[in-house]
T-cell receptor, first 109, second 114 residues
Framework: DAKTTQPNSMESNEEEPVHLPCNHS???????IHWYRQLPSQGPEYVIH???SNVNNRMASLAIAEDRKSSTLILHRATLRDAAVYYC??????????FGQGTELSVKP | EAGVTQFPSHSVIEKGQTVTLRCDPI?????LYWYRRVMGKEIKFLLH????????ESGMPNNRFLAERTGGTYSTLKVQPAELEDSGVYFC????????????FGNGTRLTVT
């Protein structure tokens, strides 16, 4: 199962938008893209998911490229509590998540 | 609603011993998953239950690992005998039966084999 590819780390300033990129060039047509984030000593927490169309929820927005080979998680105004490891995952029809290494996001006050 | 709970939160055992991890999913969630992360690696799928049936166990490393979900409620993951390379964090997750439901993860069990 091909993993997703993300930058190892990113930095942001508080109150500014953050764009977290993800490459999934070998994703199949039926796999969804799910984003999770993980705080220290906790399990992954669901953020957002999509298939082809851009998606918005109270936590974030997800922009999916037209060819589905990449996507971007958008945090509109980063807060200190958003500092975490963000995982872009492939989700197949059986509910199996394929994790990559994730992006460690740090937020500066 | 209570989240996914895992027990114990930490376990330290010697090589060759047996350890049993427990997971209580969110009530009403028919899907239950086990994942693990070993040091320096990404989180990897181990197996998937739908109610009490094993739907996919393609990620189980070897026959020293045995997962059960009697009655379709809580699940246990037994490692017998434990080896050094089994050290890592074991996560359990659950989701509703309908397709594409997000997974709800527990906080994991950190297993250290010495």
């Amino acid at each position: 199962d091909a993993k997703t590819t993300q930058p190892n780390s990113m930095e942001s300033n508080e109150e500014e938008p953050v764009h977290l990129p993800c490459n999934h060039s070998t994703i199949s047509g039926t796999d969804y893209i799910h984003w999770y984030r993980q705080l220290p000593s906790q399990g992954p927490e669901y953020v957002i998911h999509g298939l082809t169309s851009n998606v918005n929820n109270r936590m974030a927005s997800l922009a999916i490229a037209e060819d589905r080979k990449s996507s971007t998680l958008i945090l509109h105004r980063a807060t200190l509590r958003d500092a975490a490891v963000y995982y872009c995952t492939r989700y197949n029809q059986g509910g199996k998540l394929i994790f990559g290494q994730g992006t460690e996001l740090s937020v500066k006050p | 609603e209570a989240g996914v709970t895992q027990f114990p939160s930490h376990s330290v055992i010697e090589k060759g011993q047996t350890v049993t991890l427990r997971c209580d999913p969110i009530s009403g969630h028919d899907n239950l998953y086990w994942y693990r992360r070993v040091m320096g690696k990404e989180i990897k799928f181990l197996l998937h239950f739908v109610k009490e049936s094993k739907q996919d166990e393609s990620g189980m490393p070897n026959n020293r690992f045995l997962a059960e979900r009697t009655g379709g409620t809580y699940s246990t993951l037994k490692v017998q005998p434990a080896e050094l390379e089994d050290s890592g964090v074991y996560f359990c997750a659950s989701s509703q039966l309908r397709g594409n439901s997000p997974l709800h993860f527990g906080n994991g069990t950190r297993l250290t084999v010495t």
